[in-house]
């Protein structure tokens, strides 16, 4: 049997993929979104997700929607507590591009940081997002954009942690409940 779950290698569904696999063969999709909206592609398979997923691409496209409005085609296998890797707002100041870039799921607490520092208003930066943490990590360093939040972990293999530039602002580390469905 297939369990599906968001990837890249490393992200925190891998991570409770990982976690909770027997015999299954994991496969790691770009987004959420390619797995939800083709559900009846992959019948007969397991999904694991957190119930903090919110999509960016799809409107009214979330954990507690999908719970709901799927439950014909899914059955709930198992449920647990696994946290989130930390995560870290980290700011570049010698940014290019005016922008906060998160995953969906993390934008309160980028809304909620930007707020903290007053930096809410016409001249600060504009949340964007990106379909998973590793993605915004590589990306917030590829176009040099002012803010992010991303998993410390990750970061702290890179290079560029050891750059000033590139500034730890503050250090989350939300709990998480995991979902393991199976697809009718």
Request: proline share 5%.
């Given at each position: 049997?297939?369990?599906?779950?968001?990837?890249?290698?490393?992200?925190?569904?891998q991570?409770?993929?990982?976690?909770?696999?027997?015999?299954?063969?994991?496969?790691?999709?770009?987004?959420?979104?390619?797995?939800?909206?083709?559900?009846?592609?992959?019948?007969?398979?397991?999904?694991?997700?957190?119930v903090?997923?919110?999509?960016?691409?799809?409107?009214?496209?979330?954990?507690?929607?999908?719970?709901?409005?799927?439950?014909e085609n899914?059955?709930?296998?198992?449920t647990?507590s696994?946290?989130?890797m930390?995560?870290?707002?980290?700011?570049n100041?010698?940014?290019?591009?005016?922008?906060?870039?998160?995953?969906?799921?993390?934008?309160?607490?980028?809304?909620?940081?930007?707020?903290?520092?007053?930096?809410?208003?016409?001249?600060?930066?504009?949340?964007?997002?990106?379909?998973?943490?590793?993605?915004a990590?590589?990306?917030?360093?590829?176009?040099?954009?002012?803010?992010t939040?991303?998993?410390?972990?990750?970061?702290?293999?890179?290079?560029?942690?050891?750059?000033?530039?590139?500034?730890?602002?503050?250090?989350?580390?939300p709990?998480?409940?995991?979902?393991?469905?199976?697809?009718?």
């Amino acid at each position: 049997m297939n369990l599906h779950t968001l990837g890249p290698i490393g992200t925190d569904s891998q991570i409770a993929a990982t976690h909770y696999m027997t015999n299954q063969t994991l496969i790691l999709h770009d987004t959420f979104e390619e797995i939800l909206t083709h559900l009846s592609d992959f019948s007969g398979d397991e999904l694991i997700m957190p119930v903090a997923f919110k999509s960016n691409q799809e409107q009214n496209l979330n954990w507690v929607d999908f719970n709901y409005l799927s439950w014909e085609n899914i059955t709930v296998r198992a449920t647990f507590s696994l946290p989130l890797m930390p995560l870290i707002v980290v700011e570049n100041l010698a940014y290019q591009r005016n922008i906060a870039l998160t995953h969906a799921a993390t934008e309160g607490l980028m809304k909620r940081y930007l707020t903290k520092v007053g930096l809410d208003d016409a001249w600060g930066p504009s949340v964007i997002f990106s379909p998973s943490k590793m993605v915004a990590m590589t990306d917030f360093i590829h176009d040099q954009d002012r803010l992010t939040i991303i998993s410390a972990d990750q970061f702290n293999k890179l290079p560029e942690s050891r750059d000033s530039r590139y500034v730890v602002r503050q250090t989350l580390k939300p709990p998480m409940i995991w979902v393991v469905y199976h697809i009718n």
